[in-house]
């Protein structure tokens, strides 16, 4: 559908974007987005769609939320010069170190801002589902920052897979519940979560992990990881003395990239890339990429991407990055891949390994999984661009994926 779209039509969609247009009064950006949920949580989403218009951009949460990002976060996250990368791809290489912020990725920015909206409104628990755990313990190490009791939903096989995790939640203070109905992942603690919230939406708050739901949570959570590309852009200008010729960043849901782009969009020179998780192959179920593979549906409450069967059943996902194994995406990436603004690649396991390994050598930074597709699809972007500037969006360190790279990287290098 995004080839057959005309050109007028796609400048059209870019101009609308630009004029901040998206989401609209409907919650859409585009065709896609929107609210596609049971009556009865309706109201839910219209209290918080309120409360966002009401805080989001007042003096007084701001300057709470900005205290929070300096002092306990630890933002800004630096700009790192790439130095070893840059002579091994022929480019200039700069990393935005979200692997350096609290608890380790760019998902304390989103769970730290909506912890602080739920106080303002009232709030007296959070409620949040976690797949791999990570945005869990953002969400737990939040929630005891700022007093508020925290109860995640996670797939039983998750708490498996996920253990240290778990652990980590647990002592942060925060009640993990194992779900054993549906597939026992992330999609049935997303249904768990809903539910928990639904049956008290006044005094109970959803705390949604990345760019995906029903309308507001794309447009709450593209603001509060704006910041990334907030900073990175101003940080470009000033210690580099200009702006990158394109900026990378993984794909999962869509947080980190939506908000390292955003703040660039409106660069028609810079070039934006979202890599996906290309897995073990391109048949369905051997992949996460949703953009580069996937066609437009209904998952969780938003029009967007998936990946379905021609039955438009959702079919199970696979990436070695536990992060990125999601079969939808964020509804603002789909209208941006659609208007032409972002490109969508994916890199395959095996590339993002390699990307890891490469860059832990070269550079003493140990990527998460998640962020190393991210440097794979840069370094393929060098190899056809000599001399280019790149700016990468390093969104997670990777202690987290040791045991994984145990199984894989160290089995081959004893
Ligand atoms: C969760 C995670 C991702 C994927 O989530 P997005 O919403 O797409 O950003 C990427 N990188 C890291 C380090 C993560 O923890």
Same mark, same amino acid.
């Given at each position: 559908?995004?080839?057959?779209?005309?050109?007028?039509e796609?400048a &059209?969609?870019l101009?609308r974007?630009?004029?901040g247009?998206f989401?609209?009064?409907?919650?859409?950006?585009?065709?896609?987005? =929107?609210?596609?949920?049971?009556?009865?949580?309706?109201?839910?989403?219209?209290?918080l769609?309120?409360?966002?218009?009401?805080?989001?951009?007042?003096? &007084?949460?701001?300057?709470?939320?900005?205290? !929070?990002?300096?002092?306990?976060?630890?933002?800004?996250?630096?700009?790192?010069y790439?130095?070893?990368?840059?002579?091994?791809?022929?480019?200039?290489?700069?990393?935005?170190?979200?692997?350096?912020?609290?608890?380790?990725?760019h998902?304390?920015?989103?769970?730290?801002?909506?912890?602080?909206?739920?106080?303002r409104?009232?709030?007296k628990r959070?409620?949040?589902?976690?797949?791999?755990?990570?945005?869990?313990?953002?969400c737990?190490?939040?929630?005891?920052?700022?007093?508020?009791?925290?109860?995640v939903?996670?797939?039983?096989?998750?708490?498996?897979? !996920?253990?240290?995790?778990?652990g980590?939640?647990?002592l942060?203070?925060?009640?993990?519940?194992?779900?054993?109905?549906?597939d !026992?992942?992330?999609r049935?603690?997303?249904?768990?979560?809903?539910?928990d919230?639904?049956?008290d939406p006044t005094?109970?708050?959803?705390?949604? =992990?990345?760019?995906?739901?029903p309308?507001?949570y794309?447009?709450?959570?593209?603001?509060l990881?704006?910041?990334?590309?907030?900073?990175?852009r101003? /940080?470009m200008?000033? !210690?580099?003395g200009?702006?990158?010729?394109?900026?990378?960043?993984?794909?999962?849901?869509?947080?980190?990239s939506?908000?390292?782009?955003?703040?660039?969009?409106a660069?028609?020179g810079v070039?934006?890339?979202?890599?996906?998780a290309g =897995?073990?192959?391109?048949?369905l179920?051997?992949?996460? &990429?949703?953009?580069?593979?996937?066609?437009? =549906?209904?998952?969780?409450?938003?029009?967007s991407?998936?990946l379905?069967?021609?039955?438009?059943?959702? /079919?199970?996902?696979?990436?070695?990055?536990?992060?990125?194994?999601?079969?939808?995406v964020?509804?603002?990436?789909?209208l941006? /891949?659609?208007?032409?603004?972002?490109?969508?690649?994916?890199?395959t396991?095996?590339?993002?390994l390699?990307?890891l390994?490469?860059? &832990?050598?070269?550079?003493?930074?140990?990527?998460?999984?998640?962020?190393?597709?991210?440097?794979?699809?840069?370094?393929?972007?060098?190899?056809?661009?000599?001399?280019?500037r790149?700016?990468?969006c390093?969104?997670?360190?990777?202690?987290?994926?040791?045991?994984?790279l /145990?199984?894989?990287?160290?089995?081959?290098?004893?």
């Amino acid at each position: 559908m995004t080839t057959a779209m005309a050109v007028t039509e796609r400048a &059209a969609l870019l101009g609308r974007e630009l004029a901040g247009e998206f989401p609209d009064a409907r919650g859409r950006y585009g065709a896609f987005g =929107g609210r596609y949920v049971p009556e009865t949580v309706v109201p839910a989403l219209d209290r918080l769609e309120a409360g966002v218009k009401r805080w989001l951009r007042d003096p &007084a949460f701001v300057a709470e939320l900005d205290d !929070q990002l300096g002092t306990w976060v630890g933002r800004p996250t630096p700009l790192t010069y790439a130095a070893a990368l840059s002579r091994r791809w022929g480019a200039e290489v700069y990393l935005k170190r979200e692997d350096l912020a609290h608890t380790g990725a760019h998902k304390i920015n989103n769970a730290i801002g909506q912890a602080l909206l739920a106080k303002r409104l009232g709030a007296k628990r959070i409620v949040a589902e976690t797949g791999a755990g990570q945005h869990g313990v953002a969400c737990a190490a939040a929630c005891a920052r700022l007093g508020l009791p925290c109860t995640v939903y996670m797939g039983a096989i998750d708490c498996e897979r !996920q253990a240290p995790n778990v652990g980590r939640m647990k002592l942060l203070g925060t009640t993990v519940v194992p779900v054993t109905g549906g597939d !026992q992942t992330l999609r049935a603690a997303i249904d768990e979560a809903m539910r928990d919230w639904v049956a008290d939406p006044t005094d109970t708050y959803y705390l949604l =992990g990345s760019v995906v739901g029903p309308h507001p949570y794309p447009y709450l959570v593209r603001e509060l990881q704006s910041v990334i590309g907030r900073e990175a852009r101003a /940080q470009m200008i000033r !210690q580099v003395g200009g702006l990158p010729a394109a900026v990378f960043a993984c794909v999962g849901g869509g947080s980190n990239s939506i908000g390292m782009f955003h703040p660039f969009i409106a660069d028609a020179g810079v070039k934006l890339l979202g890599i996906e998780a290309g =897995g073990r192959g391109l048949a369905l179920g051997e992949n996460s &990429a949703t953009l580069s593979l996937g066609s437009p =549906g209904v998952l969780q409450g938003s029009y967007s991407m998936l990946l379905q069967d021609a039955d438009g059943q959702i /079919q199970e996902t696979h990436s070695v990055s536990a992060g990125l194994d999601y079969p939808g995406v964020g509804p603002e990436h789909a209208l941006l /891949q659609q208007a032409g603004r972002v490109a969508y690649e994916y890199a395959t396991d095996d590339e993002a390994l390699a990307a890891l390994a490469e860059c &832990a050598e070269a550079e003493g930074i140990l990527l998460a999984l998640e962020t190393a597709h991210a440097f794979a699809g840069a370094r393929r972007f060098a190899a056809s661009n000599a001399g280019s500037r790149l700016l990468i969006c390093s969104s997670g360190r990777g202690d987290k994926d040791m045991p994984t790279l /145990q199984k894989t990287l160290l089995r081959e290098k004893p």
